[in-house]
């Protein structure tokens, strides 16, 4: 038979198998735990292991749990689901503090929270907030690893869905999605520029808008009754109720309330007060650094790209969004400077966003416009200064990491992930030179543990430092192996 059981002392759930012949050779603690067979309708049998006593308690009190049936064959095919999701979530992350942590207790814990997901008594858990100083300060909440893969098991049920409706819409949107990036905004407001222009031979015109505070500005209610409508009526997948109620939880879970802070409290003074969920006023804000927020704030800004989509019907134009930065290119000034206030009336009415006023840029093509990070002129881009200064002081830092401290494979890396994604920006672009005088800066040091392959065009570990001889045995639930469990054995980094 199966069933679940809890530690009353600690709250722990666990899933186990009773049979005649190994009822007695269960490894039980000195604990009252609750039996599967209720008492009545109102009460349920608890028994202690430790000398065989017997008490009948009320199952509602709140500190006792509610007998509960068996589980069958559809919750099995549920917490399959679940590990799908658990193996999604470690994907790139193996070495990371917080994935080597859990998986020392996954076994046992996936289905504790594939338990609690499929009875609704799932509920977010304590995250951690820090601050980023770069590009500017911003306010970041890390999930703890279990909810990251509750966010996971959402995504991988909605991001098909989104991509179908933002491919529907031409693949205005650049951001959050597999293929997409910087690079394929840049390149669309460059053929956008060039086509609307007729060559650069036409006069047209380029406004670049931005919102105010985006993240942070989210109407959570709103956001929600859009997934929800969403969801209703485009997925036919199974676990739908489930889904919608995670949605929920997850959509209208304030982090600001219960986490831990990993940042000097003296930068706080320094966030303005919309900047931070933390001042930001009740049901606003999405939490930056969880992988909903950012798929869900996509989104939401697809509304937005129909309504320009609509507006715009008829006019010779070209639109692109990264986030919410956007360009709208047009070989009619007069059809720009209309739309703008439709523009801000919508974003107001519809989404309850704000175009920035101060962050507007309207300009013939010939001019150029700086587009994430980018300059884009005709026939040729570059790399903004701030970027370059950027790219420049992590260097500078790293190599200062290397010559005084022994890195660890996590350190390694963290190095090589953060240096080449600047090196992706840099792709396409004339930044040759650059490349190459940032790197003269590095020292022997540094090259103990990286080497430069191609024209300064990628950061690579070398063979001796990828992995750091401490090998994490993790235990994955026996379901993923056809009930035979099997221990997988990883050699990764130490920590960090």
């Known amino acids: 038979m199966k069933g679940v059981r809890r530690n009353p002392l600690n709250g722990r759930i666990t899933m186990v198998k009773h049979s005649n012949e190994d009822a007695n050779t269960q490894e039980v603690s000195s604990a009252w735990y609750w039996s599967s067979?209720?008492?009545?309708?109102?009460?349920?049998?608890?028994?202690?292991?430790?000398?065989?006593?017997t008490n009948n308690n009320n199952k509602y009190n709140s500190n006792r749990v509610r007998a509960v049936a068996a589980y069958g064959k559809d919750f099995e095919c549920f917490l399959e689901t679940v590990i799908e999701a658990y193996k999604d979530c470690l994907r790139g992350k193996m070495s990371s503090k917080q994935a080597v942590e859990y998986m020392q207790i996954a076994e046992e814990d996936i289905v504790c929270l594939a338990i609690e997901m499929w009875t609704g008594v799932y509920k977010?858990?304590?995250?951690?907030?820090?601050?980023?100083?770069?590009?500017?300060?911003?306010?970041?909440?890390?999930?703890?690893?279990?909810?990251?893969?509750?966010h996971h098991w959402i995504c991988l049920r909605l991001e098909p869905l989104f991509e179908e409706r933002f491919v529907s819409q031409g693949n205005v949107s650049h951001n959050c999605r597999k293929g997409f990036g910087t690079r394929s905004a840049v390149e669309s407001a460059e053929q956008g520029m060039k086509k609307v222009s007729d060559g650069y031979r036409r006069l047209a015109w380029v406004f670049k808008g931005d919102l105010?505070?985006?993240?942070?500005?989210?109407?959570?209610?709103?956001?929600?009754?859009?997934?929800?409508?969403?969801?209703?009526?485009?997925?036919?997948?199974?676990?739908?109720?489930?889904?919608?109620?995670l949605v929920r939880v997850i959509v209208l879970h304030s982090p600001e309330k219960d986490c831990l802070f990993n940042s000097n409290p003296e930068l706080w003074q320094k966030l303005p007060a919309n900047k931070s969920l933390l001042r930001n006023g009740e049901g606003k804000g999405g939490p930056i650094g969880n992988l909903t927020t950012?798929?869900?704030?996509?989104?939401?800004?697809?509304?937005?790209?129909?309504?320009?989509?609509?507006?715009?019907?008829?006019?010779?134009?070209?639109?692109?969004?990264?986030?919410?930065?956007?360009?709208?290119?047009?070989?009619?000034?007069?059809?720009?400077?209309?739309?703008?206030?439709?523009?801000?009336?919508?974003?107001?009415?519809?989404?309850?966003?704000?175009l920035h006023k101060d962050k507007r840029y309207l300009q013939p093509v010939s001019h150029g416009v700086l587009f994430v990070g980018v300059y884009i002129k005709p026939g040729r881009s570059y790399l903004s200064n701030r970027t370059l200064g950027r790219f420049k002081e992590k260097v500078i830092g790293f190599n200062r990491l290397a010559e005084t401290t022994?890195?660890?494979?996590?350190?390694?890396?963290?190095?090589?992930?953060?240096?080449?994604?600047?090196?992706?920006?840099?792709?396409?672009?004339?930044?040759?030179?650059?490349?190459?005088?940032?790197?003269?800066?590095?020292?022997?040091?540094?090259?103990?543990?990286?080497?430069?392959?191609?024209?300064?065009?990628?950061?690579?570990?070398?063979?001796?430092?990828?992995?750091?001889?401490?090998?994490?045995?993790?235990?994955?639930?026996?379901s993923i192996n056809n009930g035979k469990k099997k221990v997988r054995r990883e050699t990764i980094g130490s920590g960090g």
């Open 212 to 245: 105010v505070s985006f993240f942070m500005s989210i109407d959570r209610t709103l956001l929600l009754g859009k997934l929800l409508r969403f969801a209703e009526k485009k997925y036919h997948g199974e676990y739908k109720e489930i889904l919608l109620r």
């Open 37 to 53: 067979t209720e008492n009545s309708q109102n009460n349920a049998w608890y028994v202690n292991f430790s000398n065989g006593n």
């Open 124 to 150: 977010p858990a304590t995250s951690t907030c820090f601050l980023v100083r770069y590009p500017k300060l911003r306010e970041v909440f890390a999930a703890n690893f279990r909810d990251r893969i509750v």
């Open 406 to 478: 022994e890195l660890t494979s996590s350190d390694c890396i963290r190095i090589q992930s953060v240096l080449n994604s600047y090196l992706g920006f840099c792709k396409g672009l004339r930044t040759y030179r650059k490349r190459k005088e940032i790197f003269s800066l590095l020292s022997s040091e540094f090259y103990k543990y990286f080497y430069i392959s191609g024209h300064y065009e990628k950061v690579c570990i070398r063979k001796k430092h990828k992995f750091l001889n401490k090998d994490i045995n993790y235990v994955l639930p026996n």
């Open 294 to 354: 950012q798929l869900f704030a996509n989104f939401l800004m697809s509304y937005f790209d129909t309504h320009v989509r609509w507006i715009m019907r008829g006019a010779n134009y070209h639109y692109v969004r990264f986030v919410d930065d956007f360009l709208l290119i047009c070989d009619d000034l007069k059809t720009l400077q209309e739309v703008i206030p439709e523009i801000e009336s919508f974003l107001a009415a519809n989404l309850k966003l704000k």
